[in-house]
Each structure stands twice: as structure tokens, then as C-alpha cells.
């Protein structure tokens, strides 16, 4: 070995430098190179380290910028620890958070969602719950357990002031938020020294999301109400057909016995005024009925509402109790509208009926109009279809006792009243909202317990004057001469029509089917001059029959009779081949105007 290496050897055998080695040519210690070396690659690796984690943290904060939900985290006590930028959405920027407790962003009466400590001061004493229920800032668990949609309402920084005053703040200073939450550790969440650090959590805004869901559930009840109030409509019509065929028989019956019977004995006489006083009072509730159902004839001409509503103030001023004062605020520019002047007035008694009632210990009753604009958008929120424009707005205010949310829900059903038995029908405002309705109108109501009610009623304004309708006349029975056959499946209504028009002077052949009717015309039509069908009979209706008659005689002459009012149905069947219309129940004075004026167009 060379003298050279042998020196190094001997060197390194005989030196003492606590353990290192020396370098050949400088004296360094081999051992103390390594460690530099070692450190800095440790001080390199470090580097890309923090250089990974700088970028790493970019990365998510560049992530958490684009998202639109708050992410957060707090310590232990429920204090923010992080913000995302996101929460600008409420109105705060992350820097004026830090440190706060979550809580000073939450709703109040939210706060119970929260959880049991570590609450705000003025909160402290209101939270209630299950311990084991969702947290919002001290949620521990995680996994499968930890809180997910937990729903909150959290306070935007214009809300704050309210808040702080003990207030409700304004549905724009709030966002409804869905939290999810999970617990933050030292370590491994199943090891058991672990250490809690806080909770991690993410806010997602569903504001938009409720309100949509708040507007179609409003929707959907809405459809219900219109749906049941068709439903109870079509039930209100059926019923109010069925009671006027049995009130024609009752007054038509009552009207022969006081005109056969009467002169000679004043007792029957009486008695006869009686059913017949008694049958007019059934006629009109079911009239009312039929104007809920829509089923009722209505005469569109042009109306003065401001006339219609001075005529009910001079009846009111005559009938409700001194100590209720009428007043009058007619502001509207123009009150001409298109409309039945009577059903009208009769709507508009009714609700101020209704508002004397809510009156006992007295008050205030006040009508006002104004015009109004309606648009696409408060029409969208309606019941019903309306066309927008402009309307003339009635309101009649009063000071009564006011009512709750479900009686405002029900106050339009037929028979539905809150009064005493005896004290009321429940017709009022349902054949005022019928009446309404077929003006292609709009009512609603505003009340609150202890505070009043107020009623608005919206009429499309009249764009020109339409000339009214001419009606017959009621005048003294007039006798005639000729065939009648009537045709109807009840048998009362069969006689007493027999016996009317077999005073009058007529010669009556009636029959209970409409299929009977077609073969018996078949055999006698030539001596027929007239026939009256029930629009409603089972197996063969009226239209079928009318079709059947006038396949045998193509100008038979028919008067269609019904418990309905001129609707829809009955204008079809004039325009089909009836030439009269004739609704039950009818006196013998109305029959024989009636077959007088068909008979007069042969």
C-alpha cells in the first residue's frame, strides 16, 4: 500500500475526533459531511413540502372561491376558525367572523338547532332539544353519523340590527341554509386519544329552493280549494235542481188549493199563503246556491256600482243597529261595470250582512272602490283565470271581531257558518263568491282575530254600455187552448203541471220516460201542439228526447223545463230546437206566459 494511504489509515486509526472521520485532504470530519448533506436534503424536502402544501392550499382556496356554498370551520367552543369567501353572500367578509361564535349569525328562533352551551349570552336559556340532535358548530360526529340537510335560517348583515332589537327580520335579510357538519381531529377518529379539534361544515344557500317549494305547496292548496270548490259547486247544483223540482210541486199545489179552495174557506187560504211564503224562502236559498254553482242565469248590462252600493248603504242605514256607523268612500273615477244589477246588489248585501254580524258590540262599516290595474304576474296567484286589466277594486272594511286562518279558508263554502243555529244560512258570502265569479270578477278576504275583516271584490270595468235584456213580464195566468204533452220522470211535478194547464184550458197528455214519450208522439204527434221535457231525466235525457221528436215531427215546438237557471247547457239546448225555457219551480201565472209566447210561434 502506498505511504500515502497507509497514513491516511494510520491517521484515521490513531486520531480521536468522537467518532467522526476525517477527510484526507482538509481534516473535515467524513461523518459531519454526511450530516450536512443529510440536512440539506431534509431542508429540500422541506421546501417541497411547504412548497406543496402553499400550492396545495392555493389550490383549495382557488376551489373554495368558485364554490358558491360557505365552507367553515370553528374550534371547540363553536368560534370561527375559517371563512370561505362565500359567506360575502350573507353580507360579511370572513375577517369581521373570525373568532365570533357561529351562533351570531343565526336565527333566533333557529337557535334551538344549535347546540345546548356555548350559545351567545342573550341566547343562553332558549336552547331545548335532544342532545343527540344536529349540531351546527359543535357536531362531534362523523361518517354515517354526522348531520347532513339540517335546515336553518341564518341572519344576512342587514338583518343583524333587527335581530339585536328582538324583531323579525324581513324575508330578504334572511338565507335559508341546509348545513351539512362534520367533526374535525388530532388523529385518527378511531383511535382513543383522539383530539377534537372543531367542527368543518359546509352552508349551501336553498332560499330560491324554498320559496319554490313554498310557492308550489300554496299552489297546490290553492288547486285544492278550486278543485273542492267545484266539487261542493257541481254538489250545490245538483241539490238546488232536485229542491226546485220538489218546490214545484209544493207551490204549484199550494197555488191550486188557494185558488180552488181559498175564496170559500179563509183558514185554507191562510194555510195556502203559508207553504206558498215558506216555498218562495226555499226558492231563494236555492237560487243562491245556484249562483255558487255558477248554474244561474246572469243579465250583463251595464251597472253604476257606485249606485248599486248607495242602494245598500239606504238599506243597511234601515236595518243594522245604531251603534254601527256606515261610511262611504266611492274614490274610484269611473264605476260603470258589466253586470246583473240585482245579483250584485244582493252579493254586496250579503257581505255587509256578514260584517254587521262580526259587529256586536258595534263598530265601523266602510265601502271604498278605487281603480286597479291587474297584472299577469297577481293573476298568476289567483284561483281562477282572470284576464288582466283594469278593475273596479270594492272594499268593505270593518271593525268586528275578526277571523282565524282555517274560518278564512272555509268562509266561501256553502252552509258553512260560524253563528248560532237558527241565526244564519251560510249562504251569504257563498252565493256572493258565486256571484262574483260568474261577473268574471274576484273576491277575496283579509281578516285577522281581533283586528277586522276586510273583503275585496274585483269587477272587470265596463268597456261600453250593453243594452239590458228584455224579460217577460209576470202577469195574471192566461188561459189557452191546444195539446200539451209533458214529459217528466217525477211524478209530482207531472201532476201538478197537469193540473195548471188543465185550468188554463189546455188538454194534457204527460208521461214519466222520455223513451215512452218518443214512442207514444210517434203514435199521436199530428194532435200534439206543444211539448214540455225535463232537461234531467235518467236513461233518456232531455236533448236525446228533443232528437227522438223531431225525428218523427221536424217541427215539433218544445219548452225545455228545468230546476236550473239559464246556463250554459240550457243556451245549447235553445239553440239546438227548444223555443222556451222554463225554470221550476214556476207558478201558473209563469207556465202560461210561457206556453202563451211558444204557441204564438207556430
Known amino acids: 500500500m502506498p505511504r500515502g494511504g497507509r497514513g491516511v489509515f494510520t491517521a484515521g486509526c490513531n486520531a480521536h475526533f468522537s467518532g467522526a472521520d476525517m477527510s484526507a485532504d482538509s481534516g473535515r470530519p467524513i461523518r459531519s459531511r454526511q450530516s450536512e448533506a443529510q440536512l440539506k436534503k431534509a431542508v429540500a424536502d422541506l421546501e417541497k413540502t411547504v412548497r406543496s402544501l402553499l400550492d396545495s392550499e392555493e389550490r383549495y382556496r382557488t376551489l373554495l372561491a368558485l364554490v358558491p356554498d360557505i365552507v367553515y370551520s370553528v374550534d371547540p ?15 360579511y367578509e370572513p375577517a369581521e ?19 345546548r352551551d356555548e350559545v351567545l349570552e342573550r341566547y343562553r336559556g332558549m336552547i331545548t332539544g335532544d342532545e343527540n340532535a344536529p349540531k351546527l358548530f359543535d357536531e362531534r360526529r362523523t361518517g354515517k353519523r354526522m348531520t347532513r340537510g339540517l335546515k336553518v335560517r341564518l341572519v344576512r348583515a342587514s338583518g343583524r340590527e333587527a335581530v339585536s332589537r328582538g324583531g323579525a327580520p324581513d324575508a330578504g335579510a334572511v338565507m335559508y341554509a341546509d348545513v351539512t357538519a362534520t367533526g374535525r381531529y388530532s388523529t385518527d377518529v378511531s383511535e382513543r386519544d383522539k383530539e377534537f379539534l372543531g367542527t368543518v361544515g359546509v352552508i349551501r344557500d336553498i332560499t330560491a329552493q324554498r320559496n319554490a317549494e313554498q310557492e308550489r305547496a300554496r299552489l297546490e292548496e290553492e288547486l285544492r280549494q278550486a278543485q273542492k270548490m267545484e266539487a261542493v259547486g257541481r254538489l250545490a247544483g245538483g241539490i238546488a235542481h232536485d229542491f226546485n223540482n220538489m218546490l214545484g210541486a209544493i207551490s204549484g199545489y199550494a197555488e191550486m188549493i188557494k185558488k180552488k179552495f181559498g175564496i170559500d174557506n179563509p183558514k185554507l187560504d191562510k194555510y195556502a199563503d203559508t207553504i206558498l211564503s215558506a216555498a218562495r224562502r226555499v226558492a231563494d236559498l236555492t237560487s243562491k246556491l245556484l249562483v255558487f254553482a255558477r248554474v244561474s242565469k246572469v243579465e250583463m248590462i251595464e251597472t253604476d256600482l257606485h ?33 246583473d244589477r240585482s245579483q250584485l246588489q244582493s252579493a254586496i248585501l250579503n257581505i255587509a250582512l256578514n260584517a254587521r254580524d262580526a259587529m256586536p258590540e258595534g263598530g265601523e262599516l266602510l265601502f271604498g272602490t278605487d281603480i286597479v290595474t291587474l297584472d299577469a304576474k297577481y293573476i298568476e296567484q289567483q284561483t281562477y283565470y282572470l284576464k288582466p286589466g283594469s278593475y273596479l277594486l270594492l272594499t268593505i272594511d270593518d271593525t268586528g271581531v275578526g277571523m282565524d286562518e282555517s274560518t278564512r279558508a272555509r268562509i266561501f263554502e256553502p252552509f258553512f257558518t260560524t253563528k248560532e243555529t237558527g241565526k244564519g244560512t251560510g249562504m251569504g258570502l257563498a252565493s256572493a263568491y258565486g256571484t262574483v265569479k260568474s261577473h268574471n270578477g274576484y273576491i277575496n278576504i283579509y281578516s285577522e282575530v281581533g283586528h277586522g275583516t276586510s273583503v275585496k271584490v274585483y269587477l272587470p270595468l265596463s268597456p261600453d254600455a250593453v243594452p239590458p235584456a228584455e224579460g217577460i213580464q209576470e202577469d195574471q195566468p192566461v188561459a189557452g187552448s191546444g195539446h200539451i204533452m209533458v214529459i217528466d220522470d217525477e211524478e209530482y211535478m207531472l201532476n201538478v203541471s197537469q193540473e195548471m194547464l188543465s185550468d188554463l184550458g189546455y188538454r194534457v197528455t204527460t208521461c214519466r220516460s222520455g223513451a215512452r214519450a218518443i214512442k207514444l208522439f210517434e203514435t199521436m204527434h199530428e194532435q200534439i201542439d206543444l211539448v214540455i221535457v225535463d232537461m234531467i231525466m235518467p236513461e233518456c235525457t232531455g236533448r236525446e ?7 218523427i215531427d221536424p217541427g215539433v215546438r218544445a219548452v225545455l223545463a228545468t230546476g236550473y237557471s239559464m246556463n250554459t247547457e240550457v243556451k245549447e239546448l235553445l239553440g239546438e230546437g227548444f223555443v222556451e225555457f222554463i225554470q221550476k219551480p214556476f207558478t201558473g201565472g209563469k207556465l202560461s206566459q210561457v206556453v202563451a209566447k211558444a204557441l204564438r210561434g207556430r
Open 307 to 339: 249606485k248599486v252600493v248607495d242602494d245598500v248603504v239606504m238599506l243597511l242605514a234601515r236595518t243594522v243597529e245604531k251603534n254601527i256607523a256606515i261610511r262611504q268612500r266611492l274614490d274610484a273615477s269611473a264605476s260603470l261595470v258589466l253586470g
Open 77 to 91: 367552543r363553536g368560534n370561527f376558525t375559517f371563512l370561505s369567501r362565500s359567506i360575502h353572500s350573507l353580507g
Open 545 to 551: 228526447c228533443l232528437k227522438g221528436l223531431r225525428g
Open 97 to 115: 367572523l373570525m373568532g365570533k361564535h357561529f351562533s351570531a349569525i343565526v336565527h333566533p328562533n333557529d337557535i334551538e338547532l344549535c347546540a
